[in-house]
C-alpha cells in the first residue's frame, strides 16, 4: 500500500481531485536556538548529529579545563565534551545549570564531535540561504563563528547562522 502510486501522490480513490500535494520547503533545514544572552541562533541541519536534553547532574564536571567547557557528556558509550556556546561566543551571561535538563546540540565534523549547551531550544525551519547577508554589528569574538544572518524587518531581530566546524576547530578551547 505504501509504495502504491496514488499513496505517494496524496490521491485515492476517496479523495477529492481538488487536493494539491504538499509543497515542497524552500531553502535548507536549520536547528533555531537561543543562547543565555537572549539571542537566536541556527546551525544547518547537516552538521547536527543529535539533540539532547540532559539533567545537568549527567555532565561530568571536569577540572582545570577552560572555563567555557561544562564538563563531558556520556552520549551511547561515546564522551564528548560539553561547552556553554553563549559564553564561548563572548557573551557575559552564563547558561544556568540550576533547572531539570540542558539542552545540549551535538555537532560533529569528521571524527570530533562537541556538545553545545543552549539556553532553549526553538526547532527546526526551513531557511533560505540566498536571502542571508554578512552580519553587522557583531561583536569580535562571535565573527568568527558566523556565515552570516537573517533580518526580520518586521520585528527587528536578526538569527544569525552559526559555523559549527568554525566553532569545534577553534583555538579558544585550549585556553
Do not use: C, Y
Amino acid at each position: 500500500m505504501i509504495g502504491s502510486p496514488d499513496f505517494l501522490a496524496g490521491r485515492g480513490q476517496d479523495q477529492a481531485p481538488e487536493l494539491q500535494q504538499l509543497e515542497s520547503p524552500e531553502g535548507e533545514l536549520h536547528l533555531r536556538f537561543f543562547v543565555a544572552s537572549g539571542d537566536e541562533f541556527a546551525l544547518p541541519a547537516s552538521g547536527i548529529r543529535e539533540v539532547i536534553s540532559a539533567p545537568p547532574d549527567r555532565i561530568t564536571p571536569i577540572p582545570n579545563v577552560s572555563p567555557l567547557l561544562l564538563g563531558t557528556l556520556n552520549i551511547r558509550g561515546r564522551v564528548i565534551w560539553v561547552a556553554d556556546l553563549g559564553q564561548f561566543l563572548g557573551g557575559a551571561t552564563s547558561l544556568s545549570t540550576d533547572r531539570a535538563e540542558i539542552s545540549v546540540i551535538a555537532v560533529e565534523d569528521q571524527d570530533m564531535m562537541l556538545g553545545l549547551a543552549v539556553e532553549r531550544i526553538v526547532g527546526m525551519d526551513w531557511l533560505d540561504i540566498d536571502e542571508i547577508q554578512m552580519p553587522t554589528n557583531v561583536p569580535d569574538g562571535m565573527a568568527p563563528f558566523l556565515r552570516g544572518e537573517w533580518f526580520a524587518k518586521e520585528n527587528n531581530q536578526s538569527l544569525r547562522l552559526l559555523d559549527q566546524v568554525a566553532i569545534l576547530r577553534s583555538a579558544r578551547w585550549a585556553a
